[in-house]
């Protein structure tokens, strides 16, 4: 079955850089886009980034662009998203997502259970 | 940028329908898809391409898309039902736009 597991969260003061990794599972991982979508603590979804199956796309939210980078490794079936100059509102659980591009649909079909960032003084 | 607006809250007695909408400008040119999450959950995928199901899905969910309004119902609501619900399109310009989420009340 898909699986998707995420790591890498936890506390950073503000300004500061984290790296955040998706193991992911059961699915040929090279055959789709991926996806990071956050969401901060008691609020709604945030969508943040995707990138296509091969990398060519990459497409950034703009409340993190130029500061996060999203990137992949189709032989270890791994999802990054490298956060820098990070500030107090991007505390949030980030979600990693198989994303499925139909193009003009586009949607989320499997989650990971989420990681925790904290940035804080 | 664009948005996609979602009412707070719905409240629904057991198996009653519960219809919860997301309006947005020009929504009905785009495609919707619907997020259910309980407390403490990740979101699971209900609907994609304004109506369609993933398997595992009962076929009390269902979706609509017209006009500015996308409308998810639930035809005889459980209380199972009972999470949040978070609409979703794609726009060239904004990325991926979630709605604020509408928190559904089974009682």
């Known amino acids: 079955q898909v699986q998707l597991v995420e790591s890498g969260g936890g506390l950073v003061r503000p300004g500061g850089s984290l790296r955040l990794s998706c193991a992911t599972s059961g699915f040929t991982f090279s055959d789709y886009y991926m996806t990071w979508i956050r969401q901060a603590p008691g609020k709604g979804l945030e969508w943040v980034s995707y990138?296509?199956?091969?990398?060519?796309?990459?497409?950034?939210a703009d409340s993190v662009k130029g500061r996060f980078t999203i990137s992949r490794d189709n032989a270890r079936k791994s999802l990054y998203l490298q956060m820098n100059s990070l500030r107090a509102e991007d505390t949030a659980v980030y979600y990693c997502?198989?994303?499925?591009?139909?193009?003009?649909?586009?949607?989320?079909?499997?989650f990971g259970q989420g990681t925790l960032v904290t940035v804080s003084s | 940028s664009y948005e996609l607006t979602q009412p707070p809250s719905v409240s629904v007695s057991p198996g009653q329908t519960a219809s919860i909408t997301c309006s947005g400008d020009?929504?009905?040119?785009?495609?919707v898809c619907w997020y259910r999450q309980r407390p403490g959950q990740s979101p699971i995928l209900v609907i994609y391409?304004?109506?369609r199901r993933p398997s595992g899905i009962p076929e009390r969910f269902s979706g609509s898309n017209s006009g500015n309004t996308a409308t998810l119902t639930i035809s005889g609501t459980q209380v199972l039902d009972e999470a949040d619900y978070y609409c979703?399109?794609?726009?060239?310009?904004?990325?991926?736009?979630f709605g604020g989420g509408t928190k559904l009340t089974v009682l």
């Open positions: 979703q399109a794609w726009d060239s310009s904004a990325g991926g736009v």
């Open positions: 020009k929504l009905g040119d785009k495609y």
């Open positions: 990138i296509s199956s091969v990398a060519g796309s990459r497409y950034y």
């Open positions: 391409q304004n109506n």
């Open positions: 997502a198989r994303y499925v591009v139909v193009a003009p649909a586009a949607y989320a079909d499997y």
